[in-house]
Each structure stands twice: as C-alpha cells, then as structure tokens.
C-alpha cells in the first residue's frame, strides 16, 4: 500500500507550520514523517515543529518547486526505506513555492510505486484582502488544493471567513474550505482512510518559469539582542517585508529562546524551547520583495540591536 503524502501550500506566514505542528501533536499513533522546506538558509520552521530531533526532515535555502527538487525526491525516498516505514508523510512548501510544480516532481515514477500525493492543503490567512487571491502565486496555491483552511479568523474579525469563503469562489477554486483555529484541522481530513490507492493521478498544467520575486536574507550573532531595540528594528524594517522569522535569546532573559514571527505586517514574540547546542543565539530569517532590503542594511539595521552595538 503507497504511503500517503499531504502537501501544504500557502503564502508566506499563512499558517503553514502550525497546522503541521497540530497535526504531527496529535498523530494518535501514526508515524508521520515531515519534511518542511524554508526559502531561507536557516532551518526556523524545522525547529518550531515538535518533535523535530526525529522524523522532521529540514530542506532549507532554496525552494522545493525549483533549486530543491532534487533533494525532495532524494528525501522521500531516504524516508521510505525507513524501518518501519513512516504511516504517511507531510510536505510543508515554502511560502514562495508553486505547489503545481510540486505536484509534478511526485509523480516522478520512482516515488510513485511507494507514496502518493494524496491531500493538497492550502492553508489562507483570512484576513488576506479578497484582491490579493488574483495574485499568480496565490492563484496557483489555491488552485491545486483540494482543502482551503482558513487560518487566523481570531484576528481576521467578524465576517472575514464568510468574505474569504466568496473572494475563494470566485476564483472558481473548487476545494472544500474548512476553519483552522489555530492549526486545527481533523487529521483524518488530511489523510482519509483507505482513500490512498483510489485517488486518480493528478493533472497538473505545464510548468510556468521559476519566477524570482522574493529573497531571503538572514541575520545571525553569537551575542543576544535587546529587546527594545529589537522592537525599533523591526518597526523600521517592517514597510519592506514580507515575512521574518527567527529565534534569539534577549540581554533581559538570557539563557532563553525567544520565537519571534512577523507575517502580514503582525509582529509576535513567544517563548520557545531551550537554546539549541551548537547554534548561534540569534538567528532571525528576513523575507523581502527583491531589491526591497539590502544585506547592508538589514545588518546595520539589526547590529544595533546587540550588545554595544
Ligand atoms: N492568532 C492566530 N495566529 C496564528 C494562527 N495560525 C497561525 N498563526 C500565527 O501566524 C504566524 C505564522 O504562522 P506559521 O505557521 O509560522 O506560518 P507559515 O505559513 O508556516 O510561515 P512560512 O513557512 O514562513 O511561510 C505565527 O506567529 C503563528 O503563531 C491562528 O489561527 N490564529
């Protein structure tokens, strides 16, 4: 029987990882490999996901739909020799990749005869302004789900998931959408019994040319940050950006790992596990337009955010 294979897709800070992260803490059982792919050198996601020391296969610096597609085919198939096999594996796309390329590369007929795309979930910040779904890349997420889970409806307010809903419609998008507070989505949704071996191979549409609109830059120091200085930071990066993500310890807490997030303009800040041996203290994943934000000063930018600096 071909282990099944759930794809997540959807933009930059959708909701991705939290939905994984859910799914994998609630696996009752299953053995679920993950691979998750950040566009950026650092493996951030791979770290937010719980349990990552086993079965979290990180694919980082690239993007899985283009640079990358050697090494998921690699990965999947490194994780179906394993004894015993993984029950089913999820892919978590970056946020820039185009899953329709994704689609493509699982067909490959080596991975075929032992795993199967079996859900594609595109994961929606429902507070994304209905406009923002004409976008190609967007369009193309939605396009080949077969499950739209509407994400962040807490801060979205009253009335976005039913404006969500239409603007989904209306793009003609014919996959069920389901809320997802929080990253709840009912496991046996993502992988329906027995459904594996029936599903019809997947037509996908020709490829489109890789298209370089986003870089990431990152910024790492051995020292820890201060915090209110970090805040000014981000304030003044903030109009450039699409996406940040790191982790860091702060002169005011050391010894601790702080997560921070920055998506759709919403900066958050949470604790995070103990600091990770080996690994720089601050390490923080900045997602830009191209020619939005430079190296040089994002670094001047973010060097003062250390101590003396
Ligand atoms: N309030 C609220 N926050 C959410 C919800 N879902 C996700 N978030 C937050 O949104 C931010 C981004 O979530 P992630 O799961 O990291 O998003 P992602 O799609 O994996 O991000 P990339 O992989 O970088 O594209 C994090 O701070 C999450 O805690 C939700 O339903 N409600």
Redesign the pocket.
Known sequence: MAVPILLVT??????????VNHLLAHAEGQRIAAVVN?FGAINI?AE?IAGASDGVVSLANGCICCSLEGDLLRTLSTLLRRDPKPDCIVI?T??VADPADIVRNLMDPVILREAQLETVLC?LDAGTPPSALDDALMRSQLRVADIVAL?????AGAGAGVRMREAIRAQRVPAVVVD????EIPPALLFPAGACCSSAPREVGPKRPAEERFEALSWTSDKPVSLPRLQQAISRLAPKLA?A?GLFETLEQPGRTMVF?F?AGRA?LAPGDAPTPGAARTRIVFIAELGMLSKAELDEVMEACVAGG
């Open positions: 959807g933009f930059l800070g959708a909701g991705k990882t939290t939905v950040d996601d937010l978590e970056s946020g994961v994400s962040k409806l807490d801060l997802a507070h929080h990253g996406r993500k997030q998506a958050t």
